[in-house]
């Protein structure tokens, strides 16, 4: 078996929008599964959109030339917002999504980070207590949905 975790880390840039998009709804489908709700953000986003967002800061990791995770981020003074944490479905669980985390995370140049997963994604809330963030707070975003925002102080 291929070490996926051992892909090339990039920039994301202009050029890997489609590819990006097509990563993002896969890895978001089982989102909207667990939620019952095919109108995530992260599903509806369109091509323009995700274009415009990479002129922020993000990174994909490629394997074989796939792109087969990203991460984007934004950063406010000292506080980066980790956000569009994307793995392939056939490659979840394997430690790409930790290692794109830690790779946003040390390329935002932060001190602190923020991050929000919906409640019932108890995959994700356990990759993020792992890697040391911990429950901020929990806003309602519709009917039997809270966002669950987490928080995590550097370790500089």
Do not use: C
Request: aromatic fraction near 6%; charged fraction near 25%.
């Amino acid at each position: 078996m291929t070490d996926t975790t051992a892909g090339v880390l990039a920039p994301l840039t202009a050029h890997d929008a489609g590819e990006l998009l097509t990563l993002q709804r896969a890895a978001y489908a089982t989102e909207a599964q667990i939620y019952r709700d095919p109108f995530l953000p992260a599903l509806t986003q369109t091509l323009d959109e995700l274009s415009a967002e990479l002129q922020g800061p993000g990174l994909g990791l490629r394997s074989g030339g796939r792109l087969i995770g990203a991460v984007r981020w934004t950063v406010d003074g000292d506080l980066a917002h980790i956000g569009r944490l994307a793995v392939a479905p056939d490659l979840q669980g394997r430690g790409i999504g930790t290692r794109l985390l830690r790779a946003a995370e040390e390329a935002s140049g932060a001190d602190r980070f923020e991050l929000f997963t919906g409640h019932l994604s108890e995959a994700n809330i356990r990759l993020y207590e792992r890697e040391g963030y911990v429950v901020d707070r929990r806003v309602p975003l519709h009917a039997g949905v809270d966002l669950v925002y987490m928080v995590k102080i550097g370790d500089r």
